[in-house]
T-cell receptor, first 114, second 113 residues
Framework: AQSVTQLGSHVSVSEGALVLLRCNYS??????LFWYVQYPNQGLQLLLK??????LVKGINGFEAEFKKSETSFHLTKPSAHMSDAAEYFC????????????FGAGTTVTVRA | EPEVTQTPSHQVTQMGQEVILRCVPI?????FYWYRQILGQKVEFLVS????????KSEIFDDQFSVERPDGSNFTLKIRSTKLEDSAMYFC???????????FGSGTRLTVV
């Protein structure tokens, strides 16, 4: 069975500062890894995903994440926060051996200070 | 860009009533899923559907829940007798083989009163 842990339920950053959201997973097989963003009262939008190949993955809105197998981590970063980045962010993992059901972390709410 | 469409966006129902949530997955996708998110909590897997049958379901997906692909385009989630604790945002998703193109709909907010 796989599980996802997101460290920090709330992160507050200043506009222009680095955004770092932490995600660790446990899985018995190499997983697929995802980051989703959810704006208030909206659905889930895919930011980026890792399946195979390059471990540094670039996504939309200037976000990127790096898959580190040795650390079982998939942390999300953005060099410079924008007010529009205020949202909830979910890390998710999918086993490759099943039908790609996603297990989600508890989410991290990002607030951006002017 | 292809989308997963869910209707209605909001539904209010009385406890004990049956509800059907509707989804139109992306046309060439083969795997279909329902997830739910209770307010303030994480997104939870309910059920996956492939080749016209349930392929996996969670403990949440008990006998009160059922899914159907009645006409080759729609994918529905039925809750037979709603309870207050069924109040949540329900998300439909679909993907191609290999989990590629995994796409979520915008959700249906179900409120049971």
């Amino acid at each position: 069975a796989q599980s996802v842990t997101q460290l920090g339920s709330h992160v507050s950053v200043s506009e222009g500062a680095l955004v770092l959201l932490r995600c660790n997973y446990s899985s018995s097989v190499p997983p697929y890894l995802f980051w989703y963003v959810q704006y208030p009262n909206q659905g889930l939008q895919l930011l980026l995903k890792y399946t195979t190949g390059a471990t540094l993955v670039k996504g939309i809105n200037g976000f990127e994440a790096e898959f580190k197998k040795s650390e079982t981590s998939f942390h999300l970063t953005k060099p410079s926060a924008h007010m529009s980045d205020a949202a909830e962010y979910f890390c998710a993992v999918s086993l490759r051996s099943n039908d790609y059901t996603l297990s989600f972390g508890a989410g991290t709410t990002v607030t951006v200070r002017a | 860009e292809p989308e997963v469409t869910q209707t209605p966006s909001h539904q209010v129902t009385q406890m004990g009533q049956e509800v059907i949530l509707r989804c139109v997955p992306i046309s060439n996708h083969l795997y279909f899923y329902w997830y739910r998110q209770i307010l303030g909590q994480k997104v939870e897997f309910l059920v996956s559907f492939y080749n016209n049958e349930i392929s996996e379901k969670s403990e949440i997906f008990d006998d009160q829940f059922s899914v159907e692909r009645p006409d080759g385009s729609n994918f529905t989630l039925k809750i037979r007798s709603t309870k207050l604790e069924d109040s949540a945002m329900y998300f439909c998703a679909s993907s191609t083989t290999g989990g590629k193109g995994y796409t979520f709909g915008s959700g249906t907010r179900l409120t049971v009163v």
